[in-house]
């Protein structure tokens, strides 16, 4: 098996029942694993919550380190929809040609570095840095602020011992306090200032709505990002066939996103709330239970997708969930679609091959699934096309 390759620890459970469970902090979660139930599921708001508890929606569960509700995420119909429409101009912004072009030429700057480096570490040399730089375009905020995200590491709600630290995310709650009472006293043309002066129902966002969204938008986009771009390099590095036919066929280039997408999923999952007794995969689920939409399953679900564990590059029909499904589909999907496409151009166009070092995988344990979501740590060698 290649290096690069992501197995898929569902198939057997996904096959025989279509489900499986996690113990979660005494909260324990149904995981939803066929692609028909993920997307049955996450389209019946009524029976399926999001706006319960702050942070119960998430697997692990974040009900410990935080009381801000994550918005629009952990908000149901009707006013999830009010939220949305608020937020959906502002994120459709990387669609913008002065957007792409930003992005090129932080992206460009970073394949450049790589290549005259003897070998990097892609998580935090590449990736990280990809990532902050990259949400200072969807912020609209100064681009050396991403020096403090960086400084952070590589993340902001777990350590090495734990895959929930409180400390940790007080440091961004804390930032973000303080990023908008900096806007509240000097306003300007930034997602703080523009959600501050944002009317909702004939009344202005409160301050502690303002911090929901802004939590949603830096933790949303962190990992899910990494993870992509640094899984990317690490396919590429073992199919550099790939990268020339992106350099050769670069119409194929949005297929090739989605198809990357689809196959690392790089968020497992995320979870409901069931509102009243009901059934999911003909199997029992009471009321204020958990289930867990399981998009990294539903994404190798062989009844819909044709070899589904291979990375087809220019694969047509793809109806994948790895933006998630239904009203809460990921916001900043945009702009992360944006990020890997300009990836794979500026890569297909600089980079001749990637030679990968040595490896850390990281491991995500979901009970009776162990699902490899990327790496700790990967070094590659960049070399140059001549």
């Known amino acids: 098996m290649k290096k690069s390759a992501l197995p898929d620890p569902f198939a057997q459970a996904r096959e025989a029942k279509g489900y499986g469970t996690v113990e979660d902090q005494n909260d324990p979660v149904t995981m ?20 319960a508890a702050p942070g119960r929606i998430v697997v692990p569960s974040e009900v410990s380190i935080r009381d801000t509700r994550q918005i629009p995420f952990e908000v149901d119909p009707p006013m999830h929809g009010e939220y949305r429409a608020l937020l959906e101009d502002w994120f459709k ?114 301050k502690e709505e303002v911090k929901g969204v802004m939590i949603l938008t830096f933790a949303g986009g962190r990992d899910t990002v990494i993870n992509a771009v640094t899984n990317s390099i690490a396919y590429f590095a073992e199919h550099p066939e790939s990268l020339t036919r992106l350099d ?25 709330v069931v509102t009243e007794d009901t059934q999911v995969c003909e199997h029992a689920a009471k009321a204020d239970t958990r289930v867990s939409l399981c998009w990294a399953s539903a994404n190798r679900d062989a009844s819909t997708f044709e070899n589904p564990n291979e990375i087809v590059i220019d694969r047509k029909m793809n109806p994948h969930v790895g933006f998630g499904f239904g009203i809460h589909k990921c916001l900043g999907a945009t702009h992360a679609r944006q990020v890997l496409r300009v990836l794979l151009g500026v890569l297909a166009q600089k980079v001749k091959s990637i ?32």
């Open 32 to 51: 939803l694993l066929r692609l028909k139930d993920v997307r049955k599921t996450a389209k019946d708001t009524k029976t399926f919550q999001s706006g």
């Open 93 to 206: 912004r990387p669609e913008q040609p002065d957007y792409r072009e930003s992005l090129e030429e932080i992206i460009t700057e970073l394949v450049d570095e790589a290549l005259q480096m003897d070998s990097l570490e892609v998580m935090e040399q590449f990736a990280l840095k990809l990532q902050s730089r990259a949400l200072t375009l969807l912020l609209n905020i100064p681009y050396e602020e991403s020096e403090t995200w960086i400084g952070w590491g590589m993340h902001v709600f777990r350590s090495e011992e734990s895959a929930l630290d409180g400390d940790k995310a007080a440091i961004l709650y804390d930032y973000i306090d303080a990023q908008i009472d900096k806007a509240i006293e000097h306003p300007g043309d930034d997602l703080y200032s523009v959600l501050l002066d944002s009317e909702i129902e004939g009344r202005k966002l409160t």
């Open 248 to 272: 050769n066929e670069p119409e194929i280039t949005a297929h090739a996103v989605e198809e990357l997408v689809r196959y690392f999923s790089p968020l497992t999952h995320m979870g409901r």
């Open 355 to 386: 030679d990968i070092l040595e490896q850390k995988d990281n491991i995500e344990d979901w009970g009776e699934f162990q699902r490899k979501v990327g790496y700790d740590s990967i070094q590659v060698e960049f070399h140059r096309k001549d």
